[in-house]
Each structure stands twice: as structure tokens, then as C-alpha cells.
């Protein structure tokens, strides 16, 4: 069905908005800042929290290609604040970039990840659990879930957008960190709560190595131990009607991250759809950084008022 | 509706600038308090976790068999001086620069710590101390790990010459 599209005119760039942005980087270089030790995976899960008190904000954009219509490039915002050392809380906002088409907001998350174990084990859980309120032109691929195939982002986004989901959707994540190597699954379940919906399935598992085990002594943006190595693969596995493959897309997608001691991290990952129903290139970047003492300062700021 | 590349670059540039500015103005109020905060300029924090001397309890919770791990670097100046580069990015921040306590960590510079084996050093930062806030390191690599400790354990000979040097 072809929709007679309505003309978008660009979003207005207001003076606020140029000069928070600026606002933004130049408090990015005035305030605390922490260095992680963070993972090249965008998709997969490891049993790491984010330290207490600390807020890392990330920026993830990711290209797809699309048979049969534009391709797209869908970006979303992360933040990401250790309320305690075992508990994670991160709230998301995304958008999408149709070429041909439009852009538009996409949609909020709101997750949380729960570390069950004290101390580190064989195998060590943590609980994901995650609400969604996003339409259907929700294109960023964070997770891939149940019959989502290529084909479904086919569409107008002013078709798309026309369907409103709210998700719940749970994820036990596995990870173990041996000899440098860190391994780990995310089996995941999620349910629309809009009325009718089966519960829906699906995985990600990754691994990763630094380039280095051993730091060198020196201050070093370009340390081989400042970059990690990994590879993840994602995809459905259909939902509780009909469990399996059948009509399920999956990808393997090779990721890089690098962790500079100035306390930004970038990442890097092409991702290549390994059956018919996936989109052909997913290719992924981002930039994060953190913020130590973060919800001290809040405090403080708060307690002034 | 055509494409038109400038209108698609219009439109990136304006969602992201839109969502930098939520982010701006999170951090603008808070990023003042940040820098006034640090663990440099707030000494009165230090005394919270000084004062808590219970944490150090947790050393005697490594078992014997961790304890009684030696660490590979042991005699290694390089590894003194890539641990402090690690300290300093990763625990300074709760620790205080020179490891002297900090508003959510203890000082590291006391008898406890630094008469501890470097094995239960090795453990307690592989393990955390997560219901205290303390999370755990192992996502460091063990060579890593092992650095920071001959760092931790550098710091009493540092200060064992700093008290000749005073005398």
C-alpha cells in the first residue's frame, strides 16, 4: 500500500540548542571523569556494571541497509548510572533516519540490570529487565527478537511509526572473564503488553579480548591494551507459538573498542546479516563517556536548593 | 517527497543536537559540583571512609588458596609504574589519588592493606566488595590486576623513605 507522504519540513535548530551542545562538550572536559575498562559489545551483555555513583552517556548510531526500500541510519542516547554496585539502571531515547524517506523520534527504554552474585563464580548472572515505549519504526537493532525480519523496516515511516508497542522484556545475562578472554550468552524474552501478543524470544552471545594482557608503564593513547577485540552474533528465535528459526533473522557482527585514558571509549562494529531475512550491512559506532561522583554532585546540587 | 541530502543532514543534525542539549543541560548544574568535589579538594569526605575501618575485614575473607598466590611481577619496577598509570585511572577515583581514602573508599595506606599478602589483595579486587560499593575488577586482566597490587604494595616503601628523608 503506497501512502501519499506528507512533506517534512527540517527539525528548527534553535540558539539553545547549539549552545547546550556546546555547553555539553566544554562540561565534558571541565568535570570529573572515571576511565572504564568497557566491552566492544553494542548488542551483548557482560556480568559489568557501571560503578556506583558514576553516569556514562553513550551515543550509538547504526547504519542498515534495506532491500526494497531506503537504507537507514538510526542513533539513540544512553544513560547509563551505577545506583549501586550492584544495580544498573539506563535510560535510552533513539531516533531513525530513513534516506529517501524521514527522520523521527522512535522511542524511550528504560532498563535495569541486577547483579545476583557477591562475588565472581564460574559463571556469573545478572537479571535485565526492560521497558520499551516505541513505535514501529524503531530501527536501532538493540536487540533482535522473535520473527523480526528485514522486511518488517521495509515500510513508510509514516506507516511505521503508526504502531505503538510497549515491551517488557527480560534477559538473563551469563558472562565469565578468564585469561583475558570474556565470554557471554544473553537469553532474552520480551512481551508487548498491547493486547494479543505472544511472548517473544531471542539471544546474543559475545567474546572479547584485549590486545594486550599487560599494561605498559607508560601514559599511552595508542597502548595496545587500550583496545579490546570481540565478536558478537544476534537474532531471534521466534515466539511462543512457534518457537524455532523459521522467519528469524541473525547476525555476526566482528566489534572494536577503544578505551583512552582520557576516559572516552569508541567503538566499532560492522555487522553482516547471515540469512535472507536479516538486513545485509548493520554497521554500528559509538562514543561513550563517564562521569565519576555523579550522583554526589546531584545530591549536592539538590540539597542546595 | 525527494531525497535530498542536505535536508537528511539537516535532519541528523538537528535530532542529535536536540538530544546533546537534553544531555547539556543534565550535566551543566551538576558539572560545577563535579569538579568542586573532587577527592583532591573535599577532604572532609576522607574521614567518612577512614573512619570505617570494618572494611577492612574483607582482606581476611580471601581463602587460603588465593591468599597464598604469588604475584608474578614481584621485583618488577614496571609493573610499580603501570600500576599507579592503572590506579590512577581506575580506583584513584574512590580511592584518593595517592591511595590515601577517598569519600567511597579506604584508605590503602594502612597497616592492614599493606601487611596483607598480595594474593588477598589480588582476590578482594578481582571479587569487590560488592554490597559495600566496591565492584568487582575482574574485568581488568589478571597481568593488570597484578600490577595494581606491586603498585598497592610499593606505597609502604615510598613511605618508609619519605620517613627517612623527614628524620
Given at each position: 500500500m503506497q501512502i501519499p507522504q506528507t512533506e517534512r519540513k527540517p527539525l528548527p535548530l534553535p540558539g539553545a540548542s547549539v549552545l547546550s551542545a556546546l555547553v555539553l562538550l566544554i562540561s565534558t572536559f571541565f568535570s570529573s571523569y572515571s576511565c572504564a575498562q568497557e566491552s566492544p559489545y553494542i548488542v551483548t551483555y557482560d556480568h559489568y556494571l557501571e560503578e556506583p555513583g558514576n553516569l556514562d552517556v553513550e551515543y550509538f548510531s547504526t547504519f542498515g541497509t534495506q532491500r526494497a526500500s531506503g537504507d537507514f541510519h538510526a542513533f539513540w542516547m544512553e544513560f547509563e548510572y551505577g545506583a549501586k554496585a550492584w544495580w544498573t539502571t539506563e535510560f535510552y531515547v533513539d531516533a531513525q533516519t530513513t534516506f529517501h524517506d524521514s527522520t523521527l523520534f522512535t522511542g524511550f527504554r528504560w532498563e535495569n540490570r541486577f547483579r545476583v552474585l557477591q562475588r565472581e563464580h564460574f559463571i556469573n548472572p545478572v537479571i535485565y529487565v526492560e521497558y520499551e515505549q516505541k513505535n514501529g519504526a524503531d530501527k536501532i537493532l538493540k536487540e533482535v527478537e522473535g520473527h523480526d525480519v528485514a522486511s518488517d523496516y521495509a515500510d513508510l515511516n509514516s506507516l511505521l511509526s503508526q504502531e505503538h508497542d510497549h515491551e517488557l522484556e527480560f534477559k538473563l545475562l551469563l558472562s565469565k572473564t578468564f585469561k583475558g578472554w570474556n565470554v557471554a550468552v544473553n537469553p532474552l524474552a520480551g512481551k508487548n503488553l498491547s493486547a494479543g501478543h505472544p511472548w517473544e524470544f531471542g539471544y546474543a552471545m559475545g567474546a572479547s579480548h584485549p590486545l594486550a594482557l599487560r599494561a605498559s608503564?607508560?601514559?599511552?593513547?595508542?597502548?595496545?591494551?587500550?583496545?579490546?577485540a570481540g565478536v558478537e552474533m544476534y537474532g531471534g528465535l521466534g515466539d511462543a507459538e512457534s518457537f524455532g528459526l523459521n522467519v528469524t533473522s541473525h547476525y555476526l557482527a566482528p566489534a572494536l573498542a577503544w578505551n583512552?585514558?582520557?576516559?572516552?571509549?569508541?567503538?566499532?562494529?560492522?555487522?553482516?546479516?547471515?540469512?535472507?531475512?536479516?538486513?545485509?550491512?548493520?554497521?554500528?559506532?559509538?562514543?561513550?563517556?563517564?562521569?565519576?561522583?555523579?550522583?554526589?554532585?546531584?545530591?549536592?546540587?539538590?540539597?542546595?536548593? | 517527497m525527494r531525497f535530498s541530502l542536505r535536508n537528511c543532514f539537516q535532519h541528523l543534525v538537528a535530532a542529535t543536537l536536540l538530544t546533546a542539549s537534553s544531555v547539556g543541560l543534565l550535566i551543566l548544574p551538576t558539572s560545577a559540583a563535579l569538579a568542586k568535589n573532587s577527592p583532591k579538594q573535599q577532604p572532609d569526605g576522607l574521614a567518612q571512609a577512614k573512619d570505617d575501618r570494618s572494611v577492612y575485614a574483607e582482606i581476611a575473607k580471601?581463602?587460603?588458596?588465593?591468599?597464598?598466590?604469588?604475584?608474578?611481577f614481584e621485583n618488577d619496577a614496571d609493573a610499580v609504574t603501570a600500576g599507579r598509570k592503572l590506579f590512577e585511572q581506575h580506583c584513584a577515583e574512590c580511592h584518593g589519588?595517592?591511595?590515601?581514602?577517598?569519600?567511597?573508599?579506604?584508605?590503602?595506606?594502612?597497616?592492614?592493606?599493606?601487611?596483607?599478602?598480595?594474593?588477598?589483595?589480588?582476590?578482594?579486587?578481582?571479587?569487590?566488595?560488592?554490597?559495600?560499593?566496591?565492584?568487582?575488577?575482574?574485568?581488568?586482566?589478571?597481568?593488570?590486576?597484578?600490577?595494581?597490587?606491586?603498585?598497592?604494595?610499593?606505597?609502604?616503601?615510598?613511605?618508609?623513605?619519605?620517613?627517612?628523608?623527614?628524620?
Open positions: 608503564p607508560n601514559r599511552c593513547n595508542f597502548c595496545r591494551e587500550n583496545f579490546i583512552l585514558p582520557s576516559g572516552w571509549t569508541l567503538r566499532l562494529s560492522p555487522g553482516f546479516g547471515l540469512n535472507d531475512n536479516s538486513h545485509g550491512l548493520v554497521l554500528r559506532w559509538g562514543v561513550s563517556r563517564e562521569f565519576a561522583g555523579f550522583g554526589e554532585a546531584v545530591r549536592q546540587f539538590l540539597g542546595r536548593l | 580471601a581463602p587460603e588458596n588465593a591468599r597464598s598466590k604469588r604475584n608474578p589519588n595517592m591511595a590515601e581514602g577517598g569519600k567511597k573508599g579506604p584508605s590503602l595506606r594502612e597497616e592492614e592493606v599493606q601487611r596483607a599478602s598480595p594474593g588477598a589483595l589480588f582476590w578482594v579486587l578481582t571479587n569487590g566488595v560488592v554490597r559495600r560499593g566496591m565492584p568487582v575488577w575482574s574485568k581488568l586482566p589478571e597481568p593488570q590486576r597484578w600490577q595494581i597490587v606491586s603498585f598497592l604494595k610499593s606505597l609502604r616503601e615510598t613511605e618508609h623513605v619519605s620517613s627517612l628523608n623527614s628524620q
